[in-house]
C-alpha cells in the first residue's frame, strides 16, 4: 500500500444520513472508522430537515399493529417506481436490497441505543396505488437533548424547526384555529421549553435529533469525526480506491482506507453550474440544502470512471420567497398551503394545472413541466380571505398580520375583485375568473374532475382535517383575494453515481469501482423519478450506509 500520513479501515466522505450509521456497523465488528466533513457542522442536510426515513414493515408497525410486508411494499415500489431503462438507480434488484436491509438497519440502530419511533399517521405520497400505506411507513427519533454532546454540541448542524416539539406535535400547530386540542398541544410544547430552561435541557428536534443521537453513538463507539477537512481526492492504484486526499489548514494529508471509502457528501443542489447542465430552469437559491451541497464528490467519482444517472431529479420542495427571506436558513415551504381549502395554484396564464396536494416533488416536476410550454416559474397561489384568515401563509400564522413590506414590495398582491387581482398579476381577468368558476364547481360537486385532489389520504392530511364535507376542497369566492408567487425549489438532487446492491459504485459497463462505496443524494435514488413517502431519501442514505459498511467489513470483498 502507497504511503500514507494515516490509515484506517473504513473512511467516511461526509457527515450526512448514512456516515454515522455505516460508523456505527464498522465499530460494532472492531474496525477503524474516519469521518471527513468538509464544513465546520456535522449532521449534513439531515439534520437541517425533518430527519424522516422512510422504512416500509419495520419494527414500529409491528409493535403497533399497522399491516406491512415486504411483499406489500414492493407491489407499492413496482407501482410507483417501476422498471425504467434510464432509471439504473432504481433496479428491481436494489429495490429487494432496500425493503429487505431497511427494516433491519431500523432494528441494528435500536440495539445500539438509538431511540426512534414512528409518526402515528403519515401516510404515503401515492396512498391509493396498490400496496400503499395510509397510515404511514415513517421512522423518526425522540426528542434529544444536545447539551448531552458536551463541546460536540455547538458542532451538530441546526434543524429547521426552533421549538422542543417532535413533528407530529409541531404539525399540529396549523390547527390553531380550528381545535382546542391544537391549542392545548402549543401550551404542552411552551410548558417544556419553560422546564428545558429550568433544569438545564436542549432540546431538538426532526433531523437535529436523529443526527444527534446517531453523533452521540458515534462518539461514544470512537468513531473519528472531524470538521473542516475536505476531500479533494481519491487515491486509486490499479482501479482499487484506497484513500482519500484531505486538506487540512490548506495543507494536502493523504488518508489510508483498508476496506474502502464511502461518499455521502450530498449532492449539486448549490452548485448552480451543475444545475444549469442537468436541470435547467432551477436555481441554488431556491434550495434548502446545506452549503457544502456542492457536487465536487460526484464529479471525483466520475473522473474515476463512475457512472451517473438520474442528475435531472431533484427533491423538489415549494416554497416562497417573501422580501427578507432570500437569505434565511429555511426558506418559506408551502407545501400545505395550496393543499387547503380557499386555495389553487394557477401559471402565469391564469390557469390551474395541477393537483396541488401530493408529493412536494411530483408538484415541483408539474410546475418544470408546465413552464416548458406556458409560463409557470414562478406560479401564483391564488386564495381568500378565509384562507388567509384560518391557514399559514409564508410561515407566517393563520390570521396574523402580514409584513408590510409584502404589500409595498408588490410580494403579497391583494384585491376586492378577482378581475382585479388578474390585472395585478397581468392575467387575462377572463381566464383567471373562468379558473375559479370551474374549481368551485368542483368544490360544490365535492370531486375535483381535472385533478383528483382530496381523493388521496395524504391529500387530506395535507389540508385541513377540520374542514367539511372536504380536507382539500374549499370554494374562493369571498373578497378579498390574495396572491403570492410559488417557486419549484428542493430539499436536495437526487441523481449520482450509479451503485449496485452492496452499494458499491458501477462504471458505465457495470463493473465496480473496487474499494469505492456511496449512498445519499451523491447516487441515482433507488426511488427513481418518485417520492414514495416522507423520508424517501434520508432513509435509504442510512440503509445504504448499513449495507456499505457490512459488505466493506469483510476484507475478502475487496481485492488488494
Request: with cysteine; glycine share 10%.
Amino acid at each position: 500500500m502507497s504511503e500514507f500520513d494515516e490509515i484506517f479501515d473504513f473512511v467516511v466522505v461526509g457527515s450526512g444520513g448514512g456516515s454515522m450509521c455505516a460508523g456505527l456497523v464498522m465499530r460494532s465488528l472492531g474496525k477503524s472508522v474516519l469521518i471527513l466533513e468538509k464544513t465546520d457542522m456535522v449532521g449534513g442536510t439531515t439534520a437541517k430537515s425533518g430527519g424522516v426515513m422512510w422504512i416500509p414493515n419495520n419494527l414500529f408497525m409491528k409493535r403497533d399493529g399497522v399491516e406491512d410486508s415486504y411483499e406489500k411494499a414492493m407491489t407499492y415500489l413496482d407501482n410507483v417506481v417501476g422498471d425504467h431503462d434510464d432509471t439504473p438507480g432504481a433496479t428491481r434488484e436494489r429495490r429487494r436490497a432496500y425493503l429487505t436491509e431497511a427494516p433491519r438497519m431500523v432494528e441494528f440502530l435500536v440495539n445500539q441505543g438509538i431511540k426512534l419511533n414512528r409518526v402515528g399517521y403519515w401516510p404515503d405520497y401515492y396512498d391509493d396505488r396498490p400496496g400503499g400505506s395510509e397510515q404511514g411507513r415513517t421512522v423518526v427519533a425522540e426528542l434529544f437533548d444536545v447539551n448531552e454532546l458536551g463541546e460536540w454540541r455547538t458542532k451538530l448542524r441546526p434543524n429547521f424547526l426552533q421549538v422542543p416539539a417532535m413533528l407530529e406535535e409541531g404539525m399540529s400547530v396549523r390547527y390553531v384555529k380550528q381545535s382546542w386540542k391544537s391549542k392545548l398541544q402549543i401550551l404542552k410544547i411552551g410548558l417544556r421549553a419553560i422546564a428545558a430552561k429550568l433544569t438545564g435541557k436542549h432540546w431538538v428536534t426532526a433531523g437535529a435529533a436523529l443526527q444527534g443521537r446517531m453523533l452521540q453513538a458515534a462518539l461514544k463507539a470512537n468513531v473519528d469525526i472531524r470538521v473542516n477537512e475536505p476531500v479533494r481526492e481519491l487515491i486509486v492504484e490499479e482501479g482499487v480506491v484506497k484513500g482519500v486526499v484531505t486538506i487540512i489548514d490548506g495543507r494536502p494529508r493523504r488518508v489510508g482506507a483498508r476496506l474502502g471509502v464511502l461518499v455521502n457528501a450530498g449532492g449539486f443542489a448549490r452548485n448552480q453550474e451543475m444545475r444549469n447542465r442537468y436541470q435547467p430552469g432551477t436555481s441554488a437559491a431556491w434550495s434548502q440544502v446545506t452549503p457544502g451541497d456542492t457536487g465536487e464528490m460526484i464529479e471525483e467519482m466520475q473522473r474515476h470512471g463512475a457512472a451517473i444517472a438520474q442528475m435531472e431529479e431533484m427533491v423538489g420542495y415549494q416554497m416562497t420567497l417573501p422580501p427578507g427571506e432570500e437569505d434565511a436558513y429555511m426558506k418559506p415551504g408551502i407545501q400545505n398551503m395550496t393543499a387547503s381549502p380557499h386555495a389553487i395554484l394557477v401559471d402565469q396564464s391564469g390557469v390551474r394545472y395541477m393537483n396541488e396536494g401530493g408529493s412536494y416533488m411530483a408538484y415541483c416536476k408539474g410546475m418544470l413541466e408546465r413552464n416548458k410550454v406556458v409560463p409557470a416559474v414562478p406560479s401564483w397561489a391564488i386564495f381568500d380571505s378565509r384562507h388567509i384568515r384560518n391557514y399559514m401563509v409564508a410561515g407566517t400564522m393563520p390570521g396574523s398580520r402580514k409584513p408590510k413590506r409584502w404589500s409595498d414590495e408588490g410580494y403579497l398582491r391583494k384585491a376586492d375583485t378577482v378581475e382585479e387581482l388578474a390585472r395585478l398579476l397581468n392575467i387575462a381577468p377572463a381566464s383567471l375568473t373562468a379558473t375559479l368558476k370551474r374549481f368551485n364547481d368542483f368544490v360544490a360537486k365535492n370531486r375535483d374532475e381535472d385533478f383528483h385532489r382530496g381523493e388521496r389520504a395524504y391529500d387530506r392530511w395535507l389540508g385541513d382535517l377540520f374542514h367539511t364535507p372536504s380536507a382539500a376542497l374549499g370554494t374562493i369566492e369571498k373578497a378579498p383575494f390574495y396572491a403570492i408567487p410559488v417557486l419549484p425549489g428542493d430539499v436536495g438532487t437526487y441523481g449520482g453515481v450509479v451503485t449496485d446492491t452492496h452499494a458499491r459504485v458501477l462504471r458505465n459497463d457495470g463493473s465496480v469501482i473496487t474499494g469505492l462505496y456511496a449512498t445519499g443524494v451523491s447516487t441515482a435514488s433507488v426511488m427513481g423519478r418518485f417520492y414514495p413517502g416522507a423520508g424517501a431519501s434520508v432513509g435509504p442514505s442510512f440503509a445504504w450506509g448499513y449495507v456499505a459498511a457490512k459488505h466493506a467489513a469483510n476484507a475478502d470483498n475487496i481485492a488488494r
